[in-house]
């Protein structure tokens, strides 16, 4: 039996042979994501060859096996030192004592945000199972993570001078990532089998170590499959439903063989979103092949499994025509001996309705002991949502409770301010992220201090944002006089607010220019501010990209063009300078289809201030004290409340805002801000952190286990 460890080992020694001795502790340390929320890992990498590190998009295997022999020959007589405490670090990491109380947790997902390098991602529900896995590496929750290995992964953008998004996408190798294929015992491929409608499906196993985590990324590129098959992992989030269908059978039913043929056992399954609904289905086949009835196995299942919500649009939960349901899973629901039309009963709202389309959040409701949603306000909604599931109840004892999302601190935080805390919250006080006595350290932190760190991390963001600029504006073929407008004008000592986030049409983009006249004037004047935008649009939805193409019109005017940044590709390396160097974030989803959001929790962390709509976490993190917020009521007349809310906007914009962040002491120091940071931190900092979420999981749904 093999888990893919040794395979992984091997990769690395034979990159550390290929290297000079003294960056052979580097080479070991690249085949472990750990090094990535290390404070040293990420700038030695980067020191290796500088240019090159950004050119192989931070990948520090492609870093070592592509820089020229002169620069790591150069590397090995400067950086040995610290690429062997790297290496003692991670692997002290490592050996701490595992709270291993019985059989791990299997966390499914569709996708996962590790580091850049790794692109298996879209957006939020991959940076929040990306920031799950690390956590629980840091707090030696056993835990192994499965997900798919895509080839084209998501969509890359390019936005022409009209502001209309254009979609490519590029290959990605295996071979070149952290990553190992998982071999068996006579060192051929580990390869499982799953059947998809009347094809049987070969699928190949990649494992990857996030710290103690191992993540297990399933591949059907392979020759043994027909080309339908091999596309199967081809791209996240796949325009075709049968596709797309295909590639949930395969990370569901197929994610738990994996695990056997590993010889992992989880004692819990983690259904993070509704993609591998069908992993409860598989884990009921194995009963019943061990002689339980089809009735006790369904329950077995449920005993074991876990799911987690993650939007109340209607468009996030995928449906499938029963017919095509039907045809893709009879052979694995014959394997089980349950009927398909009872299966896809399983996955209707009203299971009688023969025209209801069948849900894969349905399903794995129903195939699952607990449920939650990632905030308080979200658990209110689905409970509303999905209460036809439970008809004999009232909304409220409707079984959906909610864990609120959290971050990890370590991954998001900026060098100033993670130089500051570590200063006065003591060494290793992210490992208690979630205990307010942890933050109490921020009361000591002088005013001087704390704002010079969010001055360095905002000119650290306004130097990116400047030359990224003119990258994009000349690939789109601007006039040279906007392409060279806001590197002459975006301004490292103004107030910067940021918008950054998938686009579409509930996230309300267009309130930026809402009243045009007013947005010109608080771009101008003696207190300026101005915008870092960012997001991708769904390739099919022509609305979203309207959106953000009418607010392109707005570029003729200079104002625009010097103070406001739009960067195409958008990605969460970019998230990541945004949210640390961001004054304000800004978020306005029109209630309450905000679920969670985990973007401004990472601008918190870095000291920034929140401008959102009282909707999913902010709900409860806002205390008037901690930053502003619009209100997150009801009402099904969009047009009279989007007038309503960008009247409040702008308000807060030029009556609070501004005169806050612009009203300086003697000192130059703006004091009422510096309040609200401080306050921020205090408050939010342990609240929204992924210690307490983790903490949720372990010590609830994880726990609990139905008699």
Known sequence: MTDGSADLRRAADELAARVPDALGPLARAAYNYRWSWDPDGPALFEAVDPSRWQRVKENPVRQLQEASSQALNAAAQTLGDRAAALEQRINEDLERASDNGGQPIAFFCSEYWIHESLPVYSGG?????????????????PLVAVGLMYHQGYFRQRIDASGWQHEYWIDTDPERLPAARVTSEDGSPLTITVPVGDTTVHVQVWRLDIGRVPLFLLDTDLPENNQAGRWISSRLYVGDPSTRLAQYIVLGAGGVRALRALGIDPGTVHLNEGHAALAPLELAREEVANGASVEEALESARSRTVFTTHTPVPAGNDTYPPDQVAEAIAPLASEVGIGVDELIRLGRT????????????????????????????????????????????????????HVTNGVHV?????????????????????????????????????????????QAQRRELVTFARERSVMDRLGRGDEPAYVEAAVRNFDPEALTLGFARRIATYKRLSMLGHDSERTLALLSGDRPMQWVLAGKAHPRDDDAKRTLQALFGLKGAPPVGERVIFLDDYDLATAARLVRGCDVWVNLPRPPLEASGTSGMKSVMNGGLQLSVLDGWWAEGYDESNGWALSGETDYDHAAQDARDAAEFYRLLEEEVCPAFYGRDERGIPTAWVARMRASLKQLGPEFSATRMVRQYVNGAYRSRVS
């Open 125 to 141: 529900l991959g940076a929040l199972a990306g920031d799950i896995v690390k956590e629980a590496s840091d707090l030696a929750v």
């Open 350 to 401: 009203n299971p009688y309705d023969d025209y209801e389309p069948v849900g894969v959040t349905q399903l794995a409701l129903r195939l699952s002991r607990a449920a939650g949603a990632v905030s308080r306000r979200h658990g209110e909604v689905a409970r509303e949502m999905w209460h036809a599931l439970w008809p004999d109840r009232d909304v409220d004892s409707v079984p959906i409770g």
């Open 410 to 454: 370590p991954t998001w935080l900026g060098g100033p301010i993670r130089e500051l805390l570590d200063r006065y919250l003591g060494e290793g006080w992210w490992r208690t992220a979630d205990d307010p006595a942890t933050w109490a350290g921020v009361d000591d932190i002088p005013d001087e201090e704390l704002w010079a760190a969010r």
